[in-house]
T-cell receptor, first 114, second 113 residues
Framework: DAGVTQSPTHLIKTRGQHVTLRCSPI?????VSWYQQVLGQGPQFIFQ???????GRGNFPDRFSARQFPNYSSELNVNALLLGDSALYLC?????????????FGPGTRLTVT | QQQVKQSPQSLIVQKGGISIINCAYE??????FPWYQQFPGKGPALLIA?????SEKKEGRFTISFNKSAKQFSLHIMDSQPGDSATYFC????????????FGDGTTLTVKP
């Protein structure tokens, strides 16, 4: 079975630009979470989506937004990129909030902002 | 606000030795405590997890010890192997929603042959 997939693998953008990152969860998983992992730090929670609805939001500015599609895949959008947005962006899927169970991470998208 | 504090930042162990990584949490609402292993260029992979109704959980060479009163938990890797060299993260969340986890800053483990 395919695990969580993310695209693209790497991305280089310029300050002020916009970026869209994509994630496909494990088959049967309906919840997707996004995390930002800055070099040398642990992942920080950005968003969680379930059934196309936002179920949680971390301490990130409004430049960050996300959505989930009917097939449970998800996009993370970041506007007006800053140098500090350079990080590994991780997507994780889990079965359903409220039922317990683990989350499984994809390989991430490495974003470099110059 | 650092809700999960992890130590040490880095650890060097000889092959066959015991690796110990510690974490402390603040939010008493947390009731699910996983450990993740991350290799360079990969996403974190779930290693082992514990709930606060038990004080210890063992899976193979990996053991989690949990101290609810101290709000601390630790990962012990017995008989450490060079292949265990990776970055380890502790995390905490509500049991009902692991998809909204708070992570420690990681420990880079190097196991020397």
């Amino acid at each position: 079975d395919a695990g969580v997939t993310q695209s693209p693998t790497h991305l280089i953008k310029t300050r002020g630009q916009h970026v869209t990152l994509r994630c496909s969860p494990i088959s049967g998983h309906k919840s997707v979470s996004w995390y930002q992992q800055v070099l040398g730090q642990g992942p920080q929670f950005i968003f969680q989506y379930y059934e196309k609805e936002e179920r949680g939001r971390g301490n990130f500015p409004d430049r960050f937004s996300a959505r989930q599609f009917p097939n449970y895949s998800s996009e993370l959008n970041v506007n007006a990129l800053l140098l500090g947005d350079s990080a590994l962006y991780l997507c994780a899927s889990s079965s359903r909030p409220g039922t317990g169970g683990e989350q499984y991470f994809g390989p991430g998208t490495r974003l470099t902002v110059t | 606000q650092q809700q999960v504090k992890q130590s040490p930042q880095s650890l060097i162990v000889q092959k066959g030795g015991i690796s110990i990584i510690n974490c402390a949490y603040e939010n008493t609402a947390f009731d699910y405590f996983p450990w993740y292993q991350q290799f360079p260029g990969k996403g974190p992979a779930l290693l082992i997890a514990i709930r606060p109704d038990v004080s210890e959980k063992k899976e193979g060479r990996f053991t989690i010890s949990f101290n609810k009163s101290a709000k601390q938990f630790s990962l012990h890797i017995m008989d450490s192997q060079p292949g265990d060299s990776a970055t380890y993260f502790c995390a905490a969340s509500r049991r009902t929603n692991a998809g909204k986890s708070t992570f420690g800053d990681g420990t880079t483990l190097t196991v020397k042959p």
